[in-house]
């Protein structure tokens, strides 16, 4: 079955040092999208990604992150100046493009970044 | 801005009864609606979906139910199994964005 794939797992940086973060999403899907979660609250919102370009993207998502995709498979979350409340569950997510087919996000596995 | 959110933080069942997780959402033009199931260290697990055209939808041991007269979805999971235990989201789509709501977490007392 095919899926998001993130890495690392689990990231531990010192604040103010830049972060980047790795999705491969499912190959035939079209839009893109990060979440967070920090512990015990909902998984909210970042950014949305379609067609080599930010199609949505909530007030979390400040001049501090920015989203690339470098090649045909990655999918990548750049933090560039670490904050401690940046700590936290980053979600990838992909789905199919149309209103029928793949509606649903499917969600990978996450990477827990620590800021210390 | 949008706003979905789940009546109950908790809730606990006996294995093999029934559940039903409830969810609050706030904006009408929404027109998709998922549950999610997390489970502890992993990404949210897509469970079933429900357009705003219909009022209920079925799956396996799953059933969703949606009100929008009063802007209400329900999950409802027959037969309670302890792997169902773990937090089950409510998402709202508007267009291109879901919007998740705080998350129940479900514990199933074998």
């Known amino acids: 079955e095919p899926e998001v794939t993130q890495t690392p797992s689990h990231q531990v940086t010192q604040m103010g040092q830049e972060v980047i973060l790795r999705c491969v999403p499912i190959s035939n899907h079209l839009y893109f999208y990060w979440y967070r979660q920090i512990l015990g609250q909902k998984v909210e919102f970042l950014v949305s990604?379609?067609?080599?370009?930010?199609?949505?993207k909530s007030e979390i998502f400040d001049d501090q992150f920015s989203v690339e995709r470098p090649d045909g498979s990655n999918f990548t979350l750049k933090i560039r100046s670490t904050k401690l409340e940046d700590s936290a569950m980053y979600f990838c997510?992909?789905?199919?493009?149309?209103?029928?087919?793949?509606?649903?996000?499917?969600f990978g596995q996450g990477t827990r970044l620590t800021v210390v | 801005g949008e706003s979905v959110g789940l009546h109950l933080p908790t809730l606990s069942v006996q294995e093999g009864d029934n559940s039903i997780i409830n969810c609050a959402y706030s904006n009408s033009a929404s027109d998709y609606f998922i549950w999610y199931k997390q489970e502890s260290g992993k990404g949210p697990q897509f469970i079933i979906d429900i357009r705003s055209n219909m009022d209920k939808r079925q799956g396996q041991r799953v059933t969703v139910l949606l009100n929008k007269t009063v802007k209400h979805l329900s999950l409802q999971i027959a037969a309670t199994q302890p792997g169902d235990s773990a937090v089950y989201f409510c998402?709202?789509?508007?267009?291109?964005?879901?919007?998740f709501g705080t998350g129940t977490s479900l514990t199933v007392i074998p």
């Open positions: 997510a992909s789905r199919q493009q149309g209103p029928l087919l793949g509606t649903e996000a499917f």
């Open positions: 998402a709202e789509r508007t267009g291109n964005q879901f919007y």
């Open positions: 990604f379609y067609n080599n370009e930010i199609s949505e």
